[in-house]
């Protein structure tokens, strides 16, 4: 987001856990921030996973006019909760991690991930004025655990014996085809 290796700015070792108190760094300027002071609309769609613990961190306070997905780092696919704890310590917490703007979506158990976060691409860049330039970052949760794919997209793969080369050749194919849709669009 920032065009600068984490490495720069003290996260190298890990990554930011749900329930850290950390974050990409507020001094640090992001790509939307700049476009958005040059009469962008910016747009992110999907996977945050820079750090929520304060508001200040969160997509539409580092340069986002929009956010519509999860803020930490592998939610289910289907059902959009994230279940964990820290490295080496029993999962402590859960809940629903899936957002449009500050508020829970609650109305999207049972519809996959990839689909969803296509869709919402889809809307936003329908919905834009076409006389405004847009920026939209459509981070897809695919492929990254959990390894979780529509029924119908693990079938075309039956020839896979082990079944999670299989589900992940299905969520490949699952995003490579919400790519397809995003990109040709009427």
């Given amino acids: ?22 974050g990409l760094p507020l001094d640090e300027v992001t790509l939307p921030q700049r476009l958005r002071e040059g009469g962008y609309s910016t747009h992110i769609v999907g996977k ?8 200040e961190y969160t997509p539409t306070h580092r340069g986002f006019d929009t956010f519509y997905g999860y803020l930490t780092g592998a939610e289910d696919y289907w059902t959009h909760w994230q ?7 029993p999962q402590t917490w859960s809940g629903l991690d899936l957002r449009d703007q500050d508020r ?17 691409a889809i809307e936003i860049i329908a919905q834009q004025d076409k006389s ?17 794919a529509p029924a119908e ?3 075309k793969y039956s020839h ?27």
């Fill in 160 to 186: 896979i014996n082990d079944n999670d080369r299989r589900v992940y050749a299905a969520m490949t194919t699952a995003m490579d085809e919400a790519v397809g849709k995003v990109a040709v669009m009427p």
């Fill in 1 to 22: 987001m920032t065009g600068r290796y984490q490495i720069r700015f003290g996260l190298q070792h890990s990554l930011i856990w749900p329930p850290q108190p950390s």
């Fill in 153 to 155: 997209d693990i079938s």
């Fill in 104 to 120: 829970p979506v609650t109305d999207q158990n049972g519809t996959y991930s990839t689909h969803l976060f296509a869709s919402k």
């Fill in 132 to 148: 405004k330039p847009m920026f939209l970052f459509l981070s897809f949760q695919a492929v990254h655990t959990p390894l979780q």
């Fill in 48 to 55: 945050w996973h820079l750090g929520f613990y304060k508001e």
């Fill in 83 to 89: 279940v964990g704890g820290l490295p080496g310590q």
